[in-house]
């Protein structure tokens, strides 16, 4: 059974910082891309970040490039995104994802099919 558990998750200031985690177990960690999803109260899903089963090739979208790092660690099926200087539009339930790649269609790029999704780790941003 695939299980992607989501941590990390909390209160920060803007301008702050904070880290997630997703402790994924039951795949084959390495074989699978990995991605990070949020949805904003009211809003729909949203891809923020990805990255290849290496990890030499990572994306974001254009409202965190700069600001957030994703990164793996394959040996401990981790992934993980830094989050820094922070935004209250940044507030959302954020989801990690297995599966999946990258695409771009008329210069809009996200991410595509994810097979497996953990529960969110809810992230809020305010002062």
């Known amino acids: 059974q695939v299980q992607l558990v989501e941590s990390g998750g909390g209160l920060a200031q803007p301008g702050g910082s904070l880290r997630l985690s997703c402790a994924a177990s039951?795949?084959?960690?390495?074989?699978?891309?990995m991605s990070w999803a949020r949805q904003a109260p009211g809003k729909g899903l949203e891809w923020v970040a990805g990255?290849?089963?290496?990890?030499?090739?990572?994306y974001y979208a254009d409202a965190v490039k700069g600001r957030f790092t994703i990164s793996r660690d394959n040996a401990k099926n981790t992934l993980n995104l830094q989050m820094s200087s922070l935004k209250p539009e940044d507030t959302a339930l954020y989801y990690c994802?297995?599966?999946?790649?990258?695409?771009?269609?008329?210069?809009?790029?996200?991410?595509?099919?994810?097979?497996?999704w953990g529960q969110g780790t809810q992230v809020t941003v305010s002062s």
């Open positions: 994802a297995a599966g999946g790649y990258h695409y771009c269609s008329r210069n809009i790029c996200a991410w595509g099919e994810s097979d497996y």
């Open positions: 039951g795949l084959s960690f390495s074989t699978y891309a």
């Open positions: 990255i290849y089963k290496d990890g030499t090739n990572t």
